[in-house]
């Protein structure tokens, strides 16, 4: 055996575990889910085979109609804002706080990334409560009204969005101040030699540099945004209403309340199509953006 066959052979036989654990509980679930959403199946009895009907079924559902675009704008309120957030703190610490303050506020600011979803909303909900919520009782000390934050459709999901960025950022932000911090500091040092200001250092230098990062962000925003279930269950429940269910929430209703396998499978595909969609989006986005500079 050569040396290059020996080194191919080590090499597969180093990522054969995970490679089998991705096969077993990614890659097969993914076309069981494709195969039973043609199908009309309770676990109890065998796969009963109805073509497109679930697909039919689905798309004149009210409430998957109303799920996908609570999950649509619950992606476009949540990626950008902490994008946005974790860009603007990694850039400040990475700038002012290069010291044992800025290392602790970094890690406060991790403290909600580590938090399990189920204590976040909790506390959240405490937080949030109409009567006697420590944020209502803040916006009463004002003379402001109380807001009925997770019982009013119109503020339902913004109030999930607002915990989904709170408990997210800070995870993106450890990312960012990484790429900072790895930016030859020749650059920032001619750039003020030719009088570029503090804004145009930004502009110019750190997000062309960070554009990688950015992709990574944005990317990883996406795919969570969409998956999100955790705290729209424990806080709001999906309601009231359909205000605040998601496309996750509505497959697990499906699939453990109703016992229609087939027809959360049939969601569970829309769900990955639009998230294929979407990425598909952003690739073109960045490879335009990438082109044109």
């Known amino acids: 055996?050569?040396?290059?066959?020996?080194?191919?052979?080590?090499?597969?036989?180093y990522i054969l575990p995970s490679f089998v654990l991705i096969l077993i509980f990614c890659i097969i679930p993914i076309f069981m889910s494709?195969?039973?959403?043609?199908?009309?199946?309770?676990?109890?009895?065998?796969?009963?085979?109805?073509?497109l009907d679930n697909y039919i079924k689905m798309f004149k559902d009210s409430y998957v109609t109303d799920a996908a675009k609570n999950t649509l704008l619950y992606v476009v309120m949540t990626v950008p804002a902490q994008t946005i957030l974790a860009l603007a703190f990694a850039a400040f610490l990475a700038a002012k706080i290069q010291n044992k303050k800025g290392e602790f506020l970094r890690s406060i600011m991790f403290i909600p990334v580590i938090a399990s979803a189920v204590t976040a909303g909790t506390v959240w909900r405490i937080i949030l409560n109409t009567d006697g919520g420590f944020l209502n009782n803040i916006l009463n000390f004002f003379h402001i009204s109380s807001v009925n934050w997770l019982g009013s459709t119109k503020t339902s999901l913004l109030s999930i969005c607002i915990v989904a960025v709170w408990k997210n950022v800070g995870y993106f932000l450890v990312i960012y101040y990484a790429g900072i911090m790895g930016i030859q500091k020749d650059l920032y040092e001619a750039a003020r030699v030719d009088g570029a200001t503090p804004l145009q250092q930004f502009t110019k230098i750190t997000l062309p540099v960070l554009k990688p990062i950015t992709y990574l962000v944005v990317t990883l925003g996406i795919i969570w945004s969409f998956q999100v279930f955790d705290l729209a269950y424990l806080m709001t429940g999906g309601?009231?209403?359909?205000?605040?269910?998601?496309?996750?929430?509505?497959?697990?209703?499906?699939?453990?309340?109703?016992?229609?396998?087939?027809?959360?499978?049939?969601?569970?595909?829309?769900?990955?199509?639009?998230?294929?969609?979407?990425?598909?989006?952003?690739?073109?986005?960045?490879?335009?953006?990438?082109?044109?500079?």
């Open 34 to 51: 494709g195969y039973f959403s043609f199908t009309e199946y309770n676990i109890m009895n065998s796969p009963k085979f109805v073509g």
């Open 239 to 293: 309601g009231p209403g359909h205000s605040s269910v998601t496309l996750v929430m509505g497959i697990y209703n499906a699939a453990f309340k109703q016992y229609k396998m087939g027809y959360a499978c049939a969601m569970a595909m829309f769900l990955l199509l639009m998230i294929i969609i979407i990425n598909v989006v952003e690739d073109l986005f960045f490879k335009e953006k990438k082109e044109a500079k």
């Open 1 to 13: 055996m050569s040396r290059k066959t020996k080194e191919a052979v080590q090499g597969v036989i």
